[in-house]
């Protein structure tokens, strides 16, 4: 009975969105000069230092070194990448190259497809098809989008273990929230709560928000205690909702400096940008009048037109806190200080790839996400995804897995007793680890508190790229994930589309045409 009242839900749904909702597609951001020359005028010199070899400052230098640029990339690792860098290391007498962490790509990051057509690494990607959950309080999700919109988000609903027919009247009610989003306001309502108030206050179902919204949370590196509202219903929309393919995704065949930053790196040179890894800048250098960057420290005393400053939130701090120390009645670094100092970081992670000796059963999904059993949120088998991984699984028949874990609470662990700490866990996902006695034969960890935190009421002083400007640094703009925008975006897409507006700004500032762009709609599919 329960599965007829289920169909007939489904039913009534399925033909209130057909009658009244649609799905948005994506928009075009056109350039406000259109009329301006594609590249710099010939007899025409603008050098322009980008600090940051991550996405957000490859896309920037990648833009404007293609429109006759001189472009000098500093980066302070000894590789380009920023949180997606590769460290090559030694296990088992192999070389590996071992990414910062798993990362997927959707179908929304319309900028970074742009960016991968243009480099030709398509190949170097597959698509990443079910997505599987693993609960403690809750049966095991498996949510795979397929049919056309909106059927495939009602069916993934319908297949839902934890969905009852006494849920449907509060899922209709809370569907009114994604369907209607509203990007222009979405911060104005609801960022000045957090996501677990606006849980209690709306009424959200409990398995709802458990196994459908937390998870994304989690990605967020964000305790959900802490993370406002409007951020969370930013990620459903852009991730979920916003889009007919919205959900859809794509991983990396190989680590990620073999599919996007060696030939990145490679487009780069060869149209003449300058890349300087191992690179640290410490702070910035002004011209007379103050309100000009013109430099930076250390380096040689090179004098720059424009300078983009694209490194994640905890490095440009650092950069404005030594910076401020040198001018400290510089007026316009005090406006940019005191915004900075306002904008936490999200709690530490850790990420540790274990090689084992040994395979689990077949029956376990790849890439199986695990919200529920703190500290471990994320679990990927790397030799069923990566060729170098699979190679080695093959030859060895042993396995290697990734674990990952958001939002580390224990304290000042070594990395060589992170197993140790998170085995407990480990045990209750998967048993026969310790059941069948696998043994570690190797284990890298990778250990970070470089995201941004996105609390309540502090979403209104979020700066924007171009937030220097308006404190009278006009050669100035920040890029990076960490940053507002006034489109949904998200991770790696907000970090390269925030590379291209810091592209566009220097471009129209020399009067040469800015770039388009295309992203994901401010509105919900209730707005037609």
Known sequence: MEGLFKAVFVLIVALVFLRYLGSNDPVHIDPVNPTDPIVLPPGVHRDVLIIGGGLAGLSAALELVERGYNVTVKEASPMLGGRLKSTEVDILGETFRVDHGFHAWFYNYYTFKDIRHRLGINDNFQRWGANHFRFRNYKDEVMESKGPYPLNVIATLLKSPNFKVSDIFDIVRISVFFAYYNHDTVYQR???????????????????????????????????????????????????????KADQRSIATVDHRTAVFDPWERRLKSLGAKIETSAPVSDLRFASKDSLVSGVLPGAQRSYDHVILAPDLSAVKTIFTETSQKFPRNEHMACIQNRLQQLPMA??????????????????????????????????????IEKKSREWSLRTGGSIIEFHLYAWSYGDVKDEDVWDTVSPTVREIYPEIFVEDFKRLGQFVHSGTNFASFPSSLEHIRPTVTFPSECGVT?????????????????????????????NQVLLSDHVRQVPMLVASNYGPGYI
């Open 475 to 503: 050669n100035l703009n920040f890029a990076g994930d960490w940053l507002h925008t006034d489109y949904p975006s998200a991770l790696m897409e907000r970090a390269v589309s925030t590379g291209r507006i810091a592209a």
């Open 190 to 244: 609801y960022g000045n709560i957090t996501f677990d108030e606006w849980t209690e206050i709306e009424g959200v179902p409990t398995w709802f928000a458990d196994t459908v919204l937390r998870p994304a949370l989690s990605v967020t590196f964000n305790e959900r205690t802490v993370l406002n509202a409007a951020e969370i219903l930013m990620y459903s929309h852009f991730y979920f909702t916003g889009d007919s």
């Open 347 to 384: 709690p530490s992670y850790k990420v540790i790839r274990v090689w084992f000796n040994k395979q689990i059963s077949p029956s376990h999904p790849a890439i199986l996400q695990t919200s529920e059993y703190h500290p471990i949120n994320l679990v990927v088998q790397y030799h069923l």
